[in-house]
């Protein structure tokens, strides 16, 4: 993980163990995390038709792995787990306001609440 920071590591007596046991590997692993990103900023540009061509394909590729209703759960888990905040959001939005998606949302989490 150290290898990927941008910042410099100090060690010392109160370091983790895994920390002193993989500090003289931590430049090796930096270096090569510099150049995998300096490679890829010098890739050419993905156009959006084409990032989402790509993306259809592969949703195509692995559809048979999708559990929708596994995604859905854990959909649900966040939503009930920040509806506040996303109410709250929703009632700030005009768009949303106008959709009443706020009002939505409660009922979708009241009516989910209530079979699980």
């Not at 084409?50 to 999708?66: C, G, I, K, P, T």
């Amino acid at each position: 993980m150290d290898s990927c920071s941008t910042s410099e590591h100090r060690l010392g007596k109160d370091s983790p163990s895994n920390k002193l046991l993989y500090a003289k590997d931590i430049p090796s692993y930096k270096s090569w995390v510099e150049r995998y990103y300096a490679d890829i900023a010098k890739l050419p540009a993905i156009s959006d038709q084409d990032m989402n061509a790509y993306l259809a394909e592969q949703s195509r590729l692995h559809a048979v792995e999708f559990n929708m209703l596994s995604a859905l759960n854990e959909i649900y888990s966040y939503v009930s787990k920040y509806s506040e905040e996303l109410i709250g959001a929703l009632e700030q939005d005009e768009q949303a306001r106008r959709q009443r998606l706020a009002y939505k949302v409660e009922q979708l989490i009241n009516a989910m609440s209530i079979e699980s």
